[in-house]
């Protein structure tokens, strides 16, 4: 149990409606450990299946103090006050803040709570706004997110204020108990079939369901300093724990803080834990954990699940973020294949597909695996996999087709884009020299094609990109993997 220490040693004046107003620092010890069962732990470490055993270490951990005296209100009131971390010393934490009085003599009511929430400057001391959130991010593998690790001071207890001067009483036994419950996962066994425990784990989300109603274990809801009751006014029977960057399914060691609950019978909780390319879903009921389970608070529950055939296992659709891609690898010359070549082989008409799915090209030819741009100018589809206006980055790999020395310049334009309507110079490039013999990149020269990447800004369904060369100049070029990709 933590001793409450108040010393009264500096005064402010100012005045309000209820007259002088008085500030007065305070210090707060808060030791804990299990002789005293002051426990809070915004990183788990110690015992985790019977409780926390480990002193106060986050610096940004903040108390929230209540001074309440019904005749005093307005600036003279102390209104969840912040008190910091001053020091940490031997498993005893000192909080500092301060208090207001209206500098007469009263004995005051004084609530705390952690971790204090910044908004709650006007609210009372029996209805704290708060929320156990339903996404919760955990800061590193095998900790809980500190913004739900609520705990209140219980009981109250009483400081006596004589004439606004220093504080004569001090507070014993002023003792922090958990509002919330923690649960705990991790991966015991894995034998499902393309599941490894290299697998790199996103989330995981936990969902109650009863027979009789869903149970909530979280939500928002406003919190009564005087007996650590809590009111939802918003409530969901599930949540997503946000895993650290890196955790695989091997390491898994997932926390999650929930609002207190019991399951009976049929009622079950179910895990569904997303990875990169997987989600991997397992419900367990009351009855098989032994017909009733129960998360009282300030306790930890933990679960150690084998991920095997039984489970729901989905493929996810991975999002690499390509918009448009064309290899040209339906297009064979007719000398194809043309051994030793990189490009080569005699040209032949292009398949009428690629007109049909709305390419536009003065003359083109199909080459091995590519296409020869004979008329300097082709312009690709629109970007119809768009859905509103999306910065991507363009590529194609290109090589000159003109004879040895030649370096012709391209250019490319883009429609219906953050620029414009109509069609904007996105940049240039100038090719690679060509060889003797354009019509293929013989063997052993050296000479290979070149990727070319271009930045264009707000694109949208109805954009289409042109590749084109002056018709001044020799500027007819060998075209491949063309991609339109969403910018990063």
Known sequence: MGALSLTGCRNEAGINNNGEVKSQTLTISAPATKAVAVDTRTVMEGDKTTGFNTAWTMASDKLGVYAYHPEVYGLSATVNSEFSITSVEEGVATFEGRIYTDNVDRTY?????YPRISANNNSPYTSVPASIRSTQIMPANGTYDPANDYMVALPGKQVVVT???????????????YIVGFMNLTIENITADG??????????QITAEGANGNPVI???????????NMTFTSESNTLTVNCAVGTTLGDLDMWAIVNPFTLTGADKLTFLITTETHTIEKSITATQMGGSFAIAAGTVKTFGMTIDNACTITALVVDDGIVFKETFDDCLGANYPASGNTYGGSSVTMPTSYKTAGWSYTTCSAQKGCVCVTGKDITLPALANLTEPTNVVFSFNAYSFEGKGKRPMLYVTATNTSLGTGAKDIDNVQLLEGVNSGTTIPAGTGIESQIYTFNIPGARSTTKIRIYGLSSEDARFFLDDVIVKKAQ
Request: glycine share 10%; charged share 20%; aromatic share 12%.
């Open 195 to 204: 599941i490894a425990a290299t697998d790199v784990v996103k989330s995981v």
């Open 163 to 177: 004439g606004g001067e220093a504080i004569t009483a001090d507070i014993a036994d002023f003792q922090f108990k």
């Open 218 to 228: 979280a939500g928002d809801f406003n919190l009564d300093l005087t007996n650590g």
């Open 109 to 113: 009511d004084v609530y705390a709570y």
